[in-house]
């Protein structure tokens, strides 16, 4: 298997809502990635997890959580989001070793009322 | 703080020429990758360029790495309009580390036209 999944692949959601996003792979790697990418830019790092271990927090507001239940798994619970929090989301793995080259998920497109 | 800096923003290319693509960056990495993105979709890797004088090619696509100079290039040969997409180029910030912190160019949107 060496496809990233994410779900929901769209997400609509109020202001006071709750809600979380979930992101799977299967290759094996140790490395996980949280992004938010806005339309017509660059994806921008939030969270990296290494060995299911949080080694990276790019500043991100607290209302943004992320979770990593296994090696496998990584998770982002959203509460109280703001409409400029709407983007695209995308995880992404990567092994541990010299290349790191990450591999993408399709992405969740998260729309903020 | 690390920056990268690709050029072209917009590149409209008709089919069968070639065009390069420009990724600088503003501090030591010996790691940078680039990526495709199609609109509305995730991100596929193209290259990863791991050292000095490293230098990939899958198809029409080349890529190059000096590390010296800070710069690495993409090569489009004989464009054709499946290569219409964005291209990102992406540097490792954490220099002799392993987080794996990319920090992107603003990318490069490439129309090939007939």
């Known amino acids: 298997d060496t496809e990233v999944t994410q779900t929901p692949k769209h997400l609509v959601m109020g202001m006071t809502n709750k809600k979380s996003l979930k992101c799977e792979q299967h290759?094996?790697?140790?490395?996980m990635y949280w992004y938010k990418q806005k339309a017509k830019k660059p994806p921008e790092l939030m969270f990296v997890?290494?060995?299911?271990?949080?080694?990276i927090n790019e500043s991100v507001p607290s209302r943004f959580s992320p979770e990593c239940p296994n090696s496998s798994l990584l998770n982002l619970h959203l509460h109280a989001l703001q409409p400029e929090d709407s983007a695209l989301y995308l995880c992404?793995?990567?092994?541990?070793?010299?290349?790191?080259?990450?591999?993408f998920g399709p992405g969740t497109r998260l729309t903020v009322l | 703080e690390l920056k990268v800096e690709q050029n072209p923003l917009f590149l409209s290319m008709q089919e069968g020429k070639n065009y390069t693509i420009y990724c600088n960056y503003s501090?030591?990495?010996?790691?940078l990758y680039w990526y495709r993105q199609d609109p509305g979709k995730s991100l596929e890797s193209l290259f990863v360029?791991?050292?000095?004088?490293a230098v990939k090619q899958e198809g029409r696509l080349m890529a190059s790495l000096d590390t010296k100079a800070r710069l690495s290039t993409l090569h489009i040969t004989a464009a054709v309009h499946d290569l219409s997409a964005t291209y990102f180029c992406?540097?490792?910030?954490?220099?002799?580390?392993?987080?794996?912190?990319?920090?992107f160019g603003k990318g490069t949107k490439l129309s090939v036209k007939p």
């Open positions: 992404a793995s990567s092994q541990e070793g010299y290349s790191l080259e990450q591999f």
């Open positions: 992406a540097v490792d910030s954490n220099y002799g580390g392993s987080q794996g912190n990319l920090i």
């Open positions: 290759m094996g790697h140790r490395a």
């Open positions: 360029l791991l050292s000095n004088g």
């Open positions: 997890y290494s060995y299911e271990k949080l080694s």
């Open positions: 501090t030591t990495s010996d790691r």
